[in-house]
């Protein structure tokens, strides 16, 4: 269970700290109890890797990790102050012919993948080093779109989870 809880500021002057509750520990065992860290990057280095689709206008986790924009186009009515993206990768979107070809019909949804996994063939590089990211630390990839599941996010997330 994630909770938040309040202490002395951090060295670098912000009140961020953010606590993890472990399972008790084994009958014998020390019971390490409440964790805590002076800023979410401590934390980063405890959380799961791995790969998360969300829409770009929810508002960021602390367990979001990298937060990746992957829309080909900056999402409409959203500063980019209040977005909180680590990174914009354009490139790995689809194109737009494409994306207007599937306009998130369903029934084209078999296709779309299809059609997208070869688009990103041309992006080879760009996608191992997204992989190797992945392993490493969580990865949160951003979509506009309002159903993120049916959508080239999740394409993404397929190829990169393997």
């Known amino acids: 269970m994630r909770k938040l809880v309040n202490?002395?500021?951090?060295?670098?002057?912000?009140?961020?700290?953010?606590?993890?509750?472990?399972?008790?520990?084994?009958?014998g065992g020390e019971d390490r109890g409440v964790r805590t860290?002076?800023?979410?990057?401590?934390?980063m280095h405890e959380l799961p890797a791995g790969v998360r689709v969300r829409r770009v206008y929810d508002a960021p986790a602390a367990d979001d990790g990298d937060r990746l924009l992957v829309d080909r186009f900056w999402p409409p009515g959203l500063s980019r102050r209040s977005a909180a993206i680590d990174e914009?990768?354009?490139e790995l979107a689809p194109s737009t012919l494409l994306r207007r070809w599937f306009g998130h019909d369903p029934r084209r949804w078999s296709e779309f993948r299809r059609r997208y996994r070869a688009e990103l063939g041309e992006h080879r590089a760009l996608?191992?080093?997204?992989?190797l990211r992945a392993t490493r630390e969580r990865v949160t990839l951003l979509t506009a779109s309002r159903e993120?599941?049916?959508s080239h996010a999740a394409v993404l997330r397929e190829i990169l989870d393997g």
């Open 7 to 27: 202490s002395p500021p951090s060295p670098c002057g912000r009140k961020v700290v953010i606590a993890l509750r472990r399972r008790a520990a084994p009958e």
């Open 37 to 43: 860290y002076s800023s979410p990057a401590c934390l």
């Open 88 to 90: 914009w990768l354009r």
């Open 127 to 131: 996608l191992e080093s997204l992989l």
């Open 148 to 150: 993120p599941e049916c």
